[in-house]
């Protein structure tokens, strides 16, 4: 069974603070990764995509993928109250090509506290 | 852009009505999902199309019947749901191995 693992938290961090939320997955023929946040009563929304080993940032979000050790994870710098979310950690399957499913982790809480 | 419209925005229905969730994309993506979510648990896929041709079926009830008119619309017809249907419903869709999820549907079956 293809599985993703997140933490659940709550995670909680001060305003200004990095906030690193983590994520491994089983499937080793895994190529696409992926975070989404989604507030509370609201739809997921894609917020960073990782396909490489190593490094990806965007503003104050880094990815960062290790494919040997099927870790993924995920730094916001100078966290702020509006990043309080959960977030979703998602692989794609390692086949299918472009149209293969996702499988989401369940999902970290964070907490930014002002 | 990349933007999914869903409605209704919210629906509640009764155990022997039948309603239909709508979903569009005008992004020129060719697979589109429908996603069941439950309170503090992640998505869980239902049905894939790909093509505007029915791809997976994720062992869905068949109260759960969805509809691809065009590679642009997707649809969920509901009939007969139980309490535990009670959800929200989200519709995606996906290019160059991206997927994007629309507002959802909060469903409320009573």
């Known amino acids: 069974q293809k599985e993703v693992e997140q933490n659940s938290g709550p995670l909680s961090v001060p305003e200004g603070a990095i906030a690193s939320l983590n994520c491994t997955y089983s499937d080793r023929g895994s190529q696409s990764f992926f975070w989404y946040r989604q507030y509370s009563g609201k739809s997921p929304e894609l917020i960073m995509f990782i396909y490489s080993n190593g490094d990806k940032e965007d503003g104050r979000f880094t990815a960062q993928l290790n494919k040997a050790s099927q870790y993924v994870s995920l730094l916001i710098r100078d966290s702020q109250p509006s990043d309080s979310a959960t977030y979703l950690c998602a692989v794609k399957e390692g086949y299918g090509g472009s149209q293969g499913n996702l499988i989401f982790g369940k999902g970290t809480k964070l907490s930014v506290k002002p | 852009d990349t933007e999914v419209t869903q409605t209704p925005k919210h629906l509640v229905m009764g155990m022997t009505n039948k309603k239909s969730l709508k979903c569009e994309q005008h992004?020129?993506?060719?697979?589109m999902y429908w996603y069941k979510q439950k309170a503090k648990k992640p998505p869980e896929l239902m049905f894939v199309?790909?093509?505007?041709?029915?791809?997976i079926n994720e062992s869905v009830p068949s109260r759960f019947s969805p509809e691809c008119p065009n590679s642009s619309l997707l649809n969920l017809h509901l009939h007969a749901l139980q309490p535990e249907d009670s959800a929200l419903y989200l519709c995606?869709?996906?290019?160059?191995?991206?997927?994007?999820f629309g507002p959802g549907t909060r469903l409320t079956v009573t």
């Open positions: 995606a869709s996906s290019q160059e191995n991206r997927q994007y």
């Open positions: 199309y790909s093509y505007e041709k029915l791809s």
């Open positions: 992004m020129g993506h060719r697979a």
